[in-house]
């Protein structure tokens, strides 16, 4: 009886399997950003120096002298200045002479100049403007390192791997000056989008070992207005603080800074320093004559700060409705709460778009509005 019945049971219909239900995470609950006009405390507009072909990096002769080229990062000068002012100090070594001198104080000039003292080379900084007043301190700025940096047409696979070996030396520096001191910090991206396939996006030119942990949130798992949001860690850099931070150290390591301004290679080739790091940015256009090199016209408008807002966006609450119509961004700061998303191609002009500055926040309103509402349902 008992093997009639294994039989019969062996025989009789399986019930259907349960569907696997994977359960919701907890809702991510964000500080409301007061996002609104009576808000603002100012605008700013930084000219980025944009290369089609990407940013230079090499060294040449200007009569008896040697001059390293290291300019033209575009939008990702806070991210890769440490990558190239450490290859950039490479081919400073080859020579014997250990007296150098670094034209520009943005943080490219700075972290070359911070470089080559660390290698035993005494420095001077010449430039026209130091801190708080270069295109550095406009930036918004977070670990983008490939920012308003190249068009994927222009590349060379020299150019390429230059590229990568700056970003890794760049993300392990950065990562190294986490803290108060330099003002970089790790907080939370979300980026709201009903593309469930965008977290799996990346970049063709990040290095493979640059790890880039994304998750996407589920309906019900985030507040945005859109059907997913990709959550990621993200380096903050304040670009006062890290600025002053990286004079204060350079100062302190028995560097000098010169105000000087150059009009032609002849002003440079008058140096006493027989090395000679160019960090000029767009500078170099006029100065050696390249004609690459143009602004990518970047402006930011920046809200009362929130101590309590300690997360970015990336996005808005819907997507635009032509690419020209661009991104949007929002980054905590002590300083404000940031908002950016402006790139504007071979913009030399200083003054302020008020049909982009609209834009920018008034989308930003429209997000943070709609968290607002959903978070409270």
Known sequence: MGALGLAAQACAPKAAAKPQITPLRPPVRLPHVNAAWDRVIRTTIGLRPHRPSGFVLKAGKLDAKTIIHNFGHG??????????????TDLAMAHTERTAAVMGSGVVGLTS??????????????????????TSNMSLAGWTPTSGLVDFKSRTAEWDEQFRTAVRIAY???????????????????????NAEAARGGNVLMPEDISNPRVLLQPGEHPFPTKYAIERPEMRIEPSIYLDAL???????????????FETP????????NVIVNCTGLGAKALFNDPELMPLKGQLTILVPQSEILYSTSGGARAPVTPEAGFIHMMPRSDGIVLGGTSIRDDWSLTINEEERKRVVDTHIELFNSMRGLQRT
């Open 266 to 273: 002849a002003d440079v080739a008058s140096l006493s320093e």
């Open 113 to 134: 100049a911070r470089e080559l003292q660390r290698h035993g080379f005494a420095v001077t900084i010449y430039a026209a403007t130091v801190p708080p007043d270069t």
């Open 172 to 194: 392990r520096r950065l990562q190294l000056l986490t803290g108060p001191k330099y003002g970089i910090t790790w907080i939370t991206n979300y980026a709201p989008t009903e």
């Open 75 to 88: 939008g990702s000068g806070m991210s890769l200045s440490w990558g190239t002012a450490s290859m950039a």
């Open 247 to 261: 004079m204060n150290d350079f100062l302190l390591w028995g560097g000098k800074v010169v105000i000087r301004k």
